[in-house]
């Protein structure tokens, strides 16, 4: 059973960093697309970034280009995000995701962990 467990969301200042894990088990994730998105207070899910298991190609919201860098430690079956110069719209839910790379949605989901970022 694919489980995805967030971790490292909080409470930073403006202008601050944080770095969200996302550990990954039950399965070989290559040929895999792990995604991170969030939600914030009353608005719709919205994609932030995306890596291919397999080769590292990566994928940004244009919000967070040049501010956020996604990385995976394949011997840890973990994806990060690495989250800088932050802003108080990027306060939300980040939720990590995996799809098949052919697969056109996410279908596995983590539980999400809380960014709030204070002006």
């Known amino acids: 059973q694919v489980q995805l467990v967030e971790s490292g969301g909080g409470l930073v200042q403006a202008g601050g960093s944080l770095r969200l894990s996302c550990a990954a088990s039950?399965?070989?994730?290559?040929?895999?697309?792990m995604g991170w998105f969030r939600q914030a207070p009353g608005k719709e899910r919205e994609f932030v970034s995306s890596?291919?298991?397999?080769?590292?190609?990566?994928g940004y919201a244009d919000s967070v280009k040049g501010r956020f860098v996604i990385s995976r430690d394949n011997s840890k079956n973990t994806v990060y995000l690495q989250m800088n110069s932050l802003k108080p719209e990027d306060t939300a839910v980040y939720y990590c995701?995996?799809?098949?790379?052919?697969?056109?949605?996410?279908?596995?989901w983590g539980q999400g962990t809380q960014v709030t970022v204070s002006s």
């Open positions: 890596i291919v298991w397999n080769g590292g190609r990566t």
């Open positions: 039950g399965r070989t994730f290559s040929g895999y697309v």
């Open positions: 995701a995996a799809r098949f790379v052919v697969a056109k949605d996410f279908n596995y």
